[in-house]
């Protein structure tokens, strides 16, 4: 009885209600941080950039105010939103290896983080339809995808992330973690912060389960769904040259697609199954699950776009 009283003790002394965190940028390369930096900052670069310049572009631009170009402006607003959200804690352990982020400044950052994520699956999903009804249902478009209805799905997606991610992060309050806990990666990541809790985390991860569920679970047969629809309606046109045609236009969105979902699933095994995966893989793995996207995105964008294309060379290169 003594022992397990002197056992709780010490437990108590080592757990705290106002605990820290350590960041942790790439294991094995802390000597190497101004260089690892460099090629950092050149990806928040691109992204910052890139996504600044498709919003300015279809904001400015009168010829662009079609739902298309809404739905593409929303993901960029979401990437760049991504982007900010890590970029702070990221850059200050690589500069000035600032990696102690309290419990509420992590709960903030995951606010905006899986935020983002989630807004950024019910944009695909959104841009998904868009597709189908421009290809499956070409004579109704205008009506369908009215101004007034894009602003309701906007404000849906807005809706359904705030209900979702904001009792995941509560659930982390009342929770006992030890004063100083060592994360994974250069932020907060929900699944890496429920590991280093010493209490019963069973709700957490249940609540957790369902907000991938009711957001990723239900986004990506939604989209598979779409592009079923679209397949459909592709093979029943005639000409070969037509079908091509009109299967280009989703190009650019199955790239989005790929770039946004295979990371994302790709560092959810690894969190999941990947016990005996290196610490260097898991924290390449969760850097390329935030960057791919915001890097990549406006790159496919401005080159599989015409209309995208031709605007952001004539501001590049005319003097």
């Not at 662009?64 to 990437?79: E, G, I």
Request: net charge positive.
């Amino acid at each position: 009885m003594l022992q397990i009283q002197g056992n709780m003790k010490i437990v108590s002394n080592l757990t705290s209600k106002s605990p820290a965190f350590l960041l942790t940028a790439i294991p094995g390369f802390h000597s190497a941080h101004a260089w690892t930096s460099i090629p950092f900052c050149g990806l928040y670069a691109i992204a910052l950039s890139g996504n600044s310049m498709i919003l300015f572009i279809i904001i400015t631009q009168h010829s662009f105010h079609k739902p298309m170009f809404y739905f593409l402006s929303m993901l960029s607003a979401t990437d760049l939103g991504l982007t900010v959200s890590t970029m702070s804690t990221t850059l200050g352990i690589l500069w000035f290896d600032a990696r102690e982020i309290t419990l509420d400044a992590c709960i903030i950052q995951m606010f905006f983080l899986h935020g983002f994520t989630a807004m950024e699956s019910g944009v695909l999903v959104a841009m998904a339809f868009d597709r189908s009804v421009a290809i499956c249902n070409p004579l109704r478009y205008t009506t369908i995808l009215t101004n007034s209805r894009i602003i309701q799905m906007d404000l849906l997606m807005i809706l359904r992330t705030g209900i979702i991610i904001l009792p995941v992060l509560l659930l982390l309050k009342p929770l006992s973690f030890y004063k100083m806990n060592v994360l994974s990666h250069s932020y907060c990541y929900h699944p890496d912060v429920i590991k280093l809790a010493h209490s019963d985390t069973r709700t957490n991860s249940i609540c957790g389960l369902v907000g991938l569920i009711l957001t990723t679970g239900i986004d990506t047969p939604c989209i598979i769904l779409s592009y079923i629809l679209i397949i459909h309606s592709i093979l029943n046109i005639a000409s070969p040259e037509e079908r091509y045609k009109v299967f280009s236009t989703c190009v650019s969105h199955m790239g989005a697609v790929a770039v946004f979902y295979i990371p994302m699933m790709s560092l959810s095994l690894v969190h999941r199954c990947g016990r005996s995966v290196p610490k260097v893989f898991h924290s390449m793995m969760a850097n390329l699950y935030l960057l791919l996207p915001p890097v990549l995105n406006p790159i496919i964008y401005s080159v599989k776009a015409k209309q995208i294309r031709k605007v952001v060379l004539s501001l590049l290169f005319t003097k």
